[in-house]
Nanobody, 130 residues
Framework: QVQLVESGGGSVHAGGSLRLSCAASGYIFSGYCMGWFRQAPGKEDEGVAVIDNDGTTSYADSVKGRFTISQDNAKNTLYLQMNSLKPQDTAMYYC????????????????????????WGQGTQVTVSS
């Protein structure tokens, strides 16, 4: 059974930093397309960042230059380092895994754009105050 468990959320002031973690279990971590998504109250969900098996990454324009997605295959853990946080980053953050992306960066990016991930965590709340 695949499980994704996020942690690391919290409340910070604008300009602060947080590092989110997503611990994966129940499957071989490497070889999956992994992503971070977020949803703020009253807003549509947004794809934040994605990483494929080879470490290729892509980011939403709203977080580019401030957030960094990474993964530690030995620890079966996905990370999202968030710096220079803004109040508009306030949201519930979710990690997700796609085991069926086909192994190509194009497939991973397509899954990210379509929110086509088979496994999702329960989310961790990030609140940024001004």
């Amino acid at each position: 059974q695949v499980q994704l468990v996020e942690s690391g959320g919290g409340s910070v002031h604008a300009g602060g930093s947080l590092r989110l973690s997503c611990a994966a279990s129940g499957y071989i971590f490497s070889g999956y397309c992994m992503g971070w998504f977020r949803q703020a109250p009253g807003k549509e969900d947004e794809g934040v960042a994605v990483i494929d098996n080879d470490g290729t990454t892509s980011y939403a324009d709203s977080v580019k230059g401030r957030f960094t997605i990474s993964q530690d295959n030995a620890k079966n853990t996905l990370y999202l380092q968030m710096n220079s946080l803004k109040p508009q980053d306030t949201a519930m953050y979710y990690c997700a895994a796609d085991p069926t992306y086909g192994g190509s960066w194009y497939g991973c990016l397509r899954s990210f754009m379509n929110r086509d991930f088979g496994y999702w965590g329960q989310g961790t709340q990030v609140t940024v105050s001004s």
